[in-house]
């Protein structure tokens, strides 16, 4: 199988191969002539682009929001926090009990990420927190700092559910429910029960009856379910995490139930709020609908860390223009000189304009044409948001026992989906937004200790230049120019 296309040796000796070295205003890959077709070829025909990054001033921030505080973000000196050389064990010490962080030693975690670094202490303080980091290519960062608080606060003598975590999809609920029962062992007698949608309800109808979990991990409709029925009760909650709190806000099928759990179930006085999530558009806004929401408490912490930082240095950014009659074509001249092992397609969401015209999804019509088209690779598999949920669990675990894979996936594969094997990630379609972009972007690069190259390739019209451009500004990385 041949090797991914690294910075100085794109194919296999093997091939013909065109070379033309980047230097400071240039950077092109040209792929190799087996690949090309002539319609193909003449389509990529176009200049060099300069390209921009902005210079690295951002500097991490906290604000810091009570009554008598105004709704501004304070910039912080980028000073040396006194916790710097810290372990975990030093940070949670006299908090959180010692299997726990027996546990957390036993798997690898010792040295903390910035953002638990520094919003430990503030949740161990009991204040309401917003986490607001950029995607770290740490797998866990968001879900350890919560959890810790957690297991901070519970009574595992307790029998009712004193800590919620709140949830956008089924597979970002199943890696926290891993996590939650990894640092659950014994001698915690503490069980964490998976409320998710698709999931057996009735099952966990009896099991809530029997004995209530102390953590419940849900998807905001299976829980809505369970609460209408007064299957459980929230008045013993004590922790309400609500993760990638963005999206959740953004989905029209999700916010009315999240904004009646936030403001109806246990006051804010007698719980701790957590929303965390990699990108909270319009943060300022947001931190003021949450006090006057009374969604948190008036002295909330709105932790951000690192605003803006350049992507890991082994993730490389790549792009292909061409005409739009010629992308599944391009696509397989991509993979068929990439040969990745793991991989994600990124798909757009069908529109509502298509659907009533009773137009396949175009996630379907690729999978078609790479089926057709495409031989090296039989593990292709499907993920979408409107897959049965247990279509979309089976085509995971397919991925994860199976050797290589390449999944063609919309947007629901870009948050909490954890495929550390991942090498390559194409964007067929460019994402909305920089933010998605990031998203999908961290989707690669999280096998831990590893220091193999990833790849983000763009696949974009010629009107996308200057989309693709705003990216590269906002995320502060360097997209090279791939040639066919």
Request: net charge positive; proline share 5%; hydrophobic share 40%.
């Amino acid at each position: 199988m041949a090797s991914s296309i690294a910075a100085t040796q794109l194919f296999p000796l093997s091939h013909t191969l065109c070379f033309s070295k980047p230097n400071q205003n240039q950077h092109r890959f040209i792929l190799p002539s087996k690949c090309t077709d002539p319609n193909l070829c003449s389509s990529f025909n176009f200049k060099n682009r300069a390209l921009f990054c902005t210079s690295n001033f951002f500097r991490p921030s906290q604000a810091v929001l009570n009554s008598s505080t105004p709704l501004i973000s304070q910039e912080e000196p980028n000073t040396k926090n006194k916790n710097d050389n810290s372990t975990l064990r030093e940070i949670c010490q006299g908090h959180v009990p010692e299997h726990v962080l027996g546990r957390l030693e036993e798997v690898g975690y010792v040295v903390p990420t910035d953002v638990q670094r520094q919003a430990l202490p503030v949740l161990f303080s009991g204040r309401d927190c917003i986490i607001h980091a950029q995607v770290n290519f740490d797998r866990f960062w968001k879900t350890l700092a919560y959890l810790l608080l957690i297991y901070s606060v519970i009574n595992a003598q307790r029998s009712a559910v004193q800590a919620l975590i709140v949830v956008p999809t089924r597979e970002l609920g199943m890696q926290v429910t891993k996590v939650a029962r990894m640092l659950a062992a014994k001698p915690m007698d503490i069980t964490v029960m998976a409320l998710l949608d698709g999931g057996m309800l009735r099952r966990h109808k009896s099991w809530l009856k029997a004995e209530p979990p102390t953590i419940v991990v849900a998807t905001i409709a299976s829980l809505c379910q369970m609460l209408e029925k007064h299957i459980f009760k929230l008045e013993a909650m004590q922790v309400l995490v609500i993760d990638e709190v963005d999206f959740m806000f953004n989905s029209s099928k999700q916010v009315s139930s999240l904004r009646k759990l936030l403001t109806s179930y246990s006051s804010c006085n007698n719980r701790r709020t957590v929303f965390a999530s990699a990108s909270i558009p319009q943060h300022r806004r947001f931190l003021h609908d949450c006090i006057q929401q009374k969604w948190t408490k008036n002295d909330v912490v709105h932790i951000h860390v690192n605003p803006i930082e350049p992507m890991p240095s082994r993730l490389q950014h790549r792009f292909l223009t061409c005409s739009k009659n010629l992308r599944y074509q391009t696509l397989l001249a991509l993979l068929q000189a990439d040969a990745p092992k793991s991989g994600i397609i990124f798909v757009g969401e069908q529109s509502e304009k298509s659907k009533r015209a009773g137009n396949a999804p175009p996630t379907t019509l690729l999978i078609d044409f790479l089926k057709t088209s495409y031989g090296d690779c039989s593990d292709i598999l499907l993920m979408e948001e409107d897959m049965n949920f247990n279509l979309r669990a089976a085509s995971l675990l397919e991925v994860k026992q199976g050797g290589g894979y390449l999944l063609v996936a919309t947007d629901i594969a870009a948050r909490g989906v954890d495929l550390p094997e991942t090498t390559h990630i194409y964007n067929f379609d460019l994402p909305r937004t920089a933010v998605d972009y990031l998203h999908r972007a961290g989707r690669t690069g999280r096998k831990p200790f590893s220091d193999e190259e990833c790849y983000v390739t763009n696949i974009i019209l010629p009107e996308e230049h200057f989309v693709l451009q705003r990216y590269e500004n906002e995320l502060m990385f360097k997209c090279e120019e791939l040639i066919l």
